[in-house]
């Protein structure tokens, strides 16, 4: 970094004083979507894992993330588990959002996400009552990459075809290539 200031820091400043700062000006809506497929590509997909409880499928989720050494992947789950307790992670539609309270800064470079995609669905306190197929735990270096692939997978989830396709359990390959076709179509 270097040089003093971090863009959420400056970004934080300017919205205190009332400034409207898009966080990515550059950024075009596809080119955001993107960012949740390419954070599910640096991550892992792990389909039809077996766990019987919300705390299991975080475990399953987290030891996926093998590129992560194992120190981080200790801190991340205690983080989530931590988080959970305060209250539910579920989005609705089957698909829960399990991610730590801070961002874990430096420790990661990008956002990742580490999708398990479940044979039995799992009672995750869900809102609306819905069993959860899908988990989507979420680790990311800042608040402001965190909130957007966040808002993202709200997004995506309003989408029946997106629906569709976690409950077809499909491998990683197939699963990015659906989402990234879907986003596409969605964007033109």
């Not at 997909?45 to 194992?70: D, F, M, N, R, T």
């Amino acid at each position: 970094h270097g040089h003093g200031f971090d863009r959420d820091e400056l970004v934080r400043w300017a919205r205190d004083r009332g400034m409207q700062i898009d966080p990515h000006p550059a950024l075009q809506p596809a080119k955001r979507e993107a960012a949740l497929v390419a954070a599910i590509e640096r991550g892992a997909v792990a389909v039809g894992a077996e766990a019987s409880s919300a705390v299991e499928a975080i475990k399953v989720a987290i030891e996926s993330l093998s590129q992560l050494a194992p120190r981080l992947r200790a801190q991340l789950l205690e983080q989530v588990l931590e988080r959970e307790r305060m209250a539910s992670t579920a989005l609705g539609e089957g698909i829960a959002v399990p991610h730590p309270r801070e961002p874990l800064g430096a420790a990661l470079e990008q956002p990742l996400i580490s999708l398990v995609l479940h044979d039995s669905p799992l009672d995750w306190a869900a809102i609306d009552g819905e069993l959860v197929h899908t988990v989507a735990l979420l680790a990311s270096p800042t608040a402001s990459a965190h909130l957007e692939i966040l808002s993202q997978i709200g997004r995506a989830v309003r989408f029946a075809e997106v629906g569709r396709l976690l409950r077809s359990r499909p491998a990683k390959s197939a699963l990015i290539d659906g989402l990234r076709a879907f986003i596409e179509e969605k964007d033109a």
